[in-house]
């Protein structure tokens, strides 16, 4: 086979591989543009108090402001008292939140800071630092597995 024969024949094969690598790039950049409307979606569940944040959050794992809420939760054996201690968390919070002055509407530039086939890291302005929220794929279903405040 003559040179531009050949040329031809490995630029055919390389288009396909590099048109999955562009589709899967933008899969990823779409997928984490997801996980900042999901972190933010979940934040505001929680800070408000609402139900539907406990179906977003990974129990299991949670860390939240360097607390081991994950630890804590996997002590609990009772299936009413794990909805419970749900339930009490997600009020606390939002009392917490709103009494320290907490405003959800003052969080501001929401983006991913990393993002990897593991989870997605996205960060969000304060005036007290920056809050920043981890969201892995559980399962099929996002979850929210750290919330922290960087200073």
């Excluded at 299936?79 to 501001?108: M, P, Q, W």
């Excluded at 593991?118 to 919330?147: H, P, Q, R, Y």
Aim: aromatic residues 6%; proline residues 1%; neutral net charge.
């Amino acid at each position: 086979m003559k040179l531009p024969g050949l040329l031809l024949v490995l630029l055919a094969a390389a288009v396909p591989l590099l048109t999955q690598c562009e589709k899967s790039t933008h899969d990823m950049s779409r997928h984490a543009a997801g996980d900042t409307t999901f972190a933010k979606n979940a934040f505001s569940s929680l800070a408000k108090g609402e139900a539907a944040a406990a179906a977003m959050l990974d129990w299991n794992t949670l860390t939240i402001f360097g607390r081991n809420l994950g630890a804590e939760y996997a002590e609990i054996t009772s299936e009413v008292e794990k909805e419970k201690y749900r339930t009490t968390f997600i009020s606390n919070f939002a009392t917490s939140f709103r009494e320290s002055g907490g405003n959800i509407n003052a969080l501001a530039n929401w983006r991913v800071v990393h993002h990897d086939t593991m989870k997605t890291e996205v960060a969000a302005d304060s005036a007290n630092g920056v809050l920043t929220i981890v969201v892995m794929n559980k399962d099929g279903v996002d979850k929210v597995v750290s919330l922290n405040l960087v200073k």
